[in-house]
């Protein structure tokens, strides 16, 4: 048999214990009284019983009973998962519609009731040549500077007839409000994102879930009656961190209810239904056409999730993976009554075995807890800096392409620029799905970021090259065929940086367990919040340092194709319920190795305590005559 138990601390060269904790040819103790420090040793209670595997074994026992995604009520608890993406792209969304920056003039009365009008910087080109609109007159020269005017005529692209920025003057000197507006909502999300998982772990995901959107209805729908931008950028926060509440909450339900084959199925429909609240978002301003009402109609629909308090139950996979069985064995009958299953079906005994360990008591776990393991934190790290890179270099080539600079701007349609966007965002999804279906997680995430990197070196380096040939007179090289390179590079990278980013932060929710994967979501999507940020920050300081920054990001994706190669692979792998399963999520080989061929690496159910070896010559009679020293069988 295998040699797996450790020797005692301090135990010398004496003989391993047998199994029921006696060792062999052992004298028993003389009678008398105890040696000092004996009252010490029998005072400490022994340990707790390991809980059943069964219970532990989610995927392969409960689930299976339930009936899995065969049972009407399971479906219909999907569904429920899936409703609420649409206005969670809604919000995502609107600050391009409330924030957007509108062409605009200023408009003077010379005392004659005549106006003058006079040009603005407004126009996202940055372009100050801008025409007025036909009903006013020619503008008229003027010593005035551009921005000393007492009132603004608006022209706004974004379907609106007011929004945020017309509504306050947000424009020449206060126009930096803008930027600090758009960073509440993403800095309410990256705080929610930390906050909300950890109490997730420690209270459930429905509880979570309901205070969300309660909180969300009331900071939503106070944003559409603030009275000044300050009112508007703070009560912002409160929304994105409440929306975190409900998009992470949502997110690990979704991952709970689901079996193996269909959690990748089932996460990429909600991600589709939540573009298809990114594609409605135009019309949506189109009817509202004031951002008050816009704002309103956005938030409302989170009424309907209210009702969620009575049909929502709590996760049952976390509710056994945190050994709350009384609660879990309500919840099964619920489930089973509701199937209209018979109890029949539970062939492995789950509910006897469930009344056995009804008293033991719960246990609950921070995320913190993650530091002291070995092989867990690293792939949660790993995660989090793919999502960082794949968000944050999506901001460079989204720029490269809609233009930093006015000459490189594919159009000025601002619904031609946000549909392009939104395109490439769902081709982006499209193709996640065959590539991830055929190559796995760790695969597709590997060659998503070697298309992201490629497309980023060759926008840095081949167009550098192509712009100082185009200097010379007889190079036949003109900047238009730079800029046509810089476009193609520029929706490669946007499509293959999404990826990226999305299949990261799904990546996590499987190879993070149960007990923890609020906390482990948590940070993956706050790590995405991080690079998303880059995008008003670079705007806020007027694209100034924008080579650096993308120089950055390159960097970044060329280590995360090595730290790709350290991630495990899910794929049709039962999710880890607790730490130590979390911690035996070891990477495989990338290519699966020839039959007949020993893999050189070990995995860690393979891995076996050595630190007895020498103690071998005093239990060599309990070994079989065909077993080596190292447990393994011999041929």
Not at 297 to 317: A, H, K, N, Q, T
Not at 456 to 471: A, E, M, P, R, V
Request: glycine share 10%.
């Amino acid at each position: 048999m295998a040699i797996e138990r450790r020797r005692e601390a301090g135990g010398g060269g004496r003989p391993l214990p047998e199994e029921n904790g006696s060792v062999p040819g052992a004298a028993a103790p003389p009678p008398g009284p105890p040696p000092a420090g004996a009252a010490e040793i029998q005072a400490v209670p022994p340990p707790a019983a390991a809980c059943s595997p069964l219970l532990l074994d989610y995927d392969g026992s409960v689930l299976p009973f339930l009936g899995g995604l065969g049972g009407g009520y399971q479906r219909t608890l999907v569904l429920l998962t899936w409703v609420p993406a649409l206005f969670i792209g809604f919000s995502k969304f609107s600050d391009s519609f409330l924030l957007d920056q509108p062409d605009f003039w200023c408009r003077q009365a010379d005392g004659q009731g005549n106006w003058s009008v006079a040009p603005g910087h407004g126009n996202r080109s940055g372009n100050s040549s801008i025409f007025p609109p036909a009903a006013l007159p020619t503008p008229v020269a003027g010593n005035a500077s551009e921005c000393d005017c007492h009132e603004w005529h608006y022209r706004i692209r974004a379907g609106l007839v007011q929004n945020v920025v017309s509504k306050w003057d947000l424009v020449c000197d206060s126009a930096w409000k803008v930027h600090i507006a758009k960073f509440s909502l993403l800095v309410g999300l990256i705080f929610g994102h930390l906050i909300t998982g950890c109490i997730a772990d420690w209270v459930g995901r429905r509880p979570i879930l309901l205070f969300s959107v309660i909180f969300i209805l009331i900071f939503g729908l106070t944003v559409a009656l603030s009275v000044n931008v300050t009112m508007f950028s703070t009560l912002r926060f409160f929304e994105g961190f409440c929306l975190a509440g409900i998009v992470l909450s949502l997110y690990a339900l979704r991952i709970e209810l689901c079996p193996p084959a269909h959690r990748f199925m089932i996460t990429m429909v909600a991600s589709f239904i939540e573009m298809a609240g990114q594609f409605l978002m135009p019309g949506l301003a189109a009817l509202c056409r004031d951002w008050q009402v816009l704002q309103a109609v956005i938030i409302c629909p989170f009424l309907l999730m209210l009702l969620y308090w009575v049909i929502f139950p709590e996760s049952l996979r976390w509710l056994m993976a945190t050994q709350q069985f009384e609660a879990s064995k309500e919840l099964i009958l619920q489930l089973t009554r509701k199937n209209r299953m018979n109890a029949e079906s539970d062939i492995k005994g789950v509910v006897p075995e469930l009344e056995k360990e009804i008293t033991r008591r719960s246990k609950k776990v921070c995320i913190i807890k993650v530091v002291g393991t070995r092989n867990l934190w690293k792939n949660i790290v790993v995660l989090c800096v793919n999502s960082l890179t794949g968000y944050g270099i999506h901001h460079c080539f989204a720029k490269s392409m809609m233009g930093h600079e006015a000459k490189m701007t594919i159009t000025q349609n601002f619904y031609a620029d946000y549909y392009t966007m939104a395109g490439i965002a769902l081709a982006s999804c499209l193709a996640m799905c065959p590539v991830v279906g055929f190559l796995g997680r760790r695969g597709g995430l590997l060659l998503f970021m070697i298309l992201t990197a490629l497309a980023s070196l060759l926008q840095l380096g081949l167009l550098n090259l192509i712009g100082k040939y185009s200097q010379l007179p007889d190079s036949g090289m003109s900047d238009s065929v730079k800029d046509k390179f810089s476009t193609a590079f520029s929706i490669v990278g946007m499509f293959s940086s999404h990826a990226v980013g999305s299949l990261s932060v799904f990546f996590c929710a499987e190879i993070t367990p149960t007990v923890i994967r609020g906390g482990g979501l948590g940070l993956v999507l706050a790590s995405a919040g991080f690079g998303r940020l880059t995008a008003p920050i670079m705007e806020l300081h007027n694209q100034k340092g924008y080579f650096l920054h993308h120089v950055i990001f390159a960097c970044c994706t060329l280590i995360c194709i090595i730290c790709i190669l350290l991630l495990p692979e899910s794929k049709n792998q039962n999710l880890p319920e607790n730490i130590p399963d979390g911690e035996h999520y070891t990477r495989q080989p990338l290519l699966p190795h020839k039959k007949g061929e020993q893999p050189l690496l070990l995995t860690n159910s393979e891995l076996k305590d050595y630190s007895g070896l020498h103690d071998s010559a005093t239990v060599s009679d309990g070994i079989s005559e065909n077993t080596t020293a190292n447990g393994m069988k011999s041929m």
